[in-house]
């Protein structure tokens, strides 16, 4: 059975600007949809050899995100001399075996081991967050968090890669996202670059993953109740899931949105620099396993043409275009399970708001997505010359990590 996989954070590492060495980059790009089982290169990959590699904990090893975390790594040959497990006391001890890192033990947390490594990775909840990721940033250690703990920080970065990398410069502690925010910020960012997003309406069709590998468990277990004539028990959602919807993830909050679809529009405002933004989420749990689906409304100060936006994907990093309906060709979660791209398709002007409207579905493995952005991340990390690399090849501005637009060739030029 494959690895049981739930909700994941956007993972994201901040520029360390001691860490410049010798390096060497070769950037990949290829058009195809492109799976981490069959070891191919996409848009968002750099390979890189460095001289000196550094030692990297992973907090939450192992839960489906810490697992996937260091799968992540081995696929994308990071260079680690050291990796560090840190789970529960009861896991201790338990030997994981890796093709790159070889055998390492699984250890309970220590504050003094997890304050000596250059890097750490919390995918853990918020409370431990809270109690241990300021405390190791202070002792000099980068931490990317993935819980929600710090994400509205103002002196916390909130980054996803190809958005506002550079945001992270000269920072100990990062943050990344809900990874609904995350999947649809990769097809928004382009289109707000270019025509100015107004307004969002955002539908999320959010798979059992994202209540974690209890959700999941819950889901399988409650289809075969069913098939076997026996009622579904449910405990992890707040209604029986199989054969079902249910449009509420997270507490309800005074304004009656949920906390899950507040965090889209409270996160998708700082990522973008665009607090006023106006942004309506409502978030539904499905009867899926794996990979969140989003169906998008847009509306635009400039005018806004679907063709238009089709090639500007094309061109975006972390984008695969799925997009021909009369060929019955969209994003669906059983094709972008598994991948490090999101899917969007289903492109088309939206007939309420005429020409400043746009309407898009957008469907991305959630895990997958964002622990292959913390490989990105720490390569970065440690080469702050691979951020600039990266960012000439896609065409943005060196220095502010926005794409290139007539405002910034100057500015790119005298770099």
Known sequence: MARIVFVAAITVLLLLQCYVMAFHVRLHKLSKPLHRAAHSHNRREAVLMASRAVSVGIVGATGAVGEEILAVMQDRNFPASTVRLFASEKSAGRIVSTAKYGELTLEAFSFEVASSLDVVLLAVGG?????????????????????????????VPLVVPEINIL?????????????????????????HQKYKIKKAIISTYQAASGAGAPGMQELMDGMTSIVNGQPAVNSVFAHPLPYNLIPHIDVFQQNMYTK?????????RKIMSSPDMKISVTAVRIPTLRAHSEAITLECEEKVSAQDVRELLRLSPGVDVVDDPLNKKYPMPINATGKYNIEVGRIRENDVFGEYGLDLFVCGDQVNNCCHTV??????????????????????????????RATHVKKVGSS
């Open 375 to 404: 490989c990105t991340m720490l390569l970065c990390s440690i080469l702050p010359r691979t951020i600039t690399y990266l960012l000439a090849a896609e065409g943005r501005c060196t220095e502010c990590s926005h794409h290139r």
């Open 127 to 155: 409370d431990f967050s809270l109690e241990w990721g300021e405390r190791l940033s202070a002792a000099g250690v980068l931490v990317i968090d993935n819980s929600s703990a710090f994400r509205m920080r103002d002196d």
């Open 260 to 268: 899950e679809e507040m965090k889209v529009t409270w996160e998708s």
């Open 167 to 191: 945001a992270a410069k000269g920072k100990k502690l990062v943050a990344n996202p809900n990874c609904t925010t995350a999947i649809a910020l990769m097809a928004l960012w382009p289109i």
